[in-house]
């Protein structure tokens, strides 16, 4: 059996393809990425046998995924989803380059895969449209969808999350990128309220933006019962004391 000591851990940039009207790797791709990997001896540990990106793009993220899991033999299946074809041919460029496979379905957001998907997905990646813009812009077609939030950057979210909720498995794992316009600490109490704890992996302040990627998991019994009554500021502070420190730089130029 070969050995998979000196393969990169993640996508290299140089192997991800590219189209015009397709969402590149940019900081908050990076940021979900880096979450994977400082979450990766739990990952490990997981044994996912499904794991699922909604809205692939580029393809980055959910090949990262797979040579992170890759790495110790792991027999996950891979699925992704994106609205836009173009994003799915990319992927499947990437995906071809790293020598790693995955179903890939053009639908918004899972579409038609609710009654095949329902309570099997271990782990579900999504970096969604956060960006807050007119409502009129949500779901257009080309690059734009993959930005574009709608009011306070929601508009995509809301509709995610109960996706997600109905495609998770009982040990189910959802990593999310939110920007703090999202409100990110109501979306922690509103997953909160349907059994789901959350953790903040990464917290990263670029000069547009300040990110946070959060893992929500089911647990019924969390300690975090009484927080959803506290105010919004207390419970995002509760959430950033979990954060470990990460360099809010990243060497693009190396992915080893």
């Known amino acids: ?24 790797p940019c900081d908050d791709s990076f940021a979900l990425v880096d979450a994977l990997l400082a979450d990766r001896s739990n990952l490990l540990e997981h044994h996912p046998k499904l794991c699922m ?9 959910i090949t990262s995924l797979a040579l992170i899991l890759r790495q110790e033999g792991h027999g996950s299946n891979y699925i992704a989803t994106d609205i836009n074809p173009h994003a799915v041919k990319v992927t499947t460029e990437t995906l071809k380059a790293h020598g790693v496979d995955a179903e890939l379905i053009i639908t918004d957001i899972a579409s038609g895969l609710e009654k095949r998907l329902a309570g099997l997905v271990d782990v579900m990646v999504v970096n969604p449209p956060y960006v807050p813009t007119p409502e009129d812009e949500v779901g257009a077609e080309g690059i734009t969808s993959s930005w574009a939030g709608g009011e306070n950057g929601r508009s995509v979210i809301d509709r995610i999350l109960p996706v997600a909720e109905h495609l998770l498995s009982e040990k189910g794992w959802l990593y999310m990128v939110t920007l703090t316009a999202n409100n990110p600490s109501e979306i922690c109490v509103q997953m909160r309220k349907k059994g ?27 300690e975090v019962d009484g927080i959803a009554d506290q105010s919004d500021s207390g419970f995002m502070g509760y959430l950033l004391a979990q954060v470990p420190l990460f360099s809010s730089r990243r060497d693009n130029s190396s992915n080893n």
């Open 1 to 24: 059996m070969a050995s998979h000591k000196g393969l990169s851990r993640t996508a290299q940039i140089r192997l991800v393809s590219s189209h015009e009207e397709v969402y590149e």
């Open 53 to 61: 990106e909604i809205g692939c793009g580029s393809g980055y993220v």
């Open 196 to 222: 789901y704890a959350s953790k903040i992996i990464i917290q990263r302040s670029t000069e547009e933006e300040s990110l946070h990627i959060i893992k929500f998991w089911r647990d019924f019994d969390t």
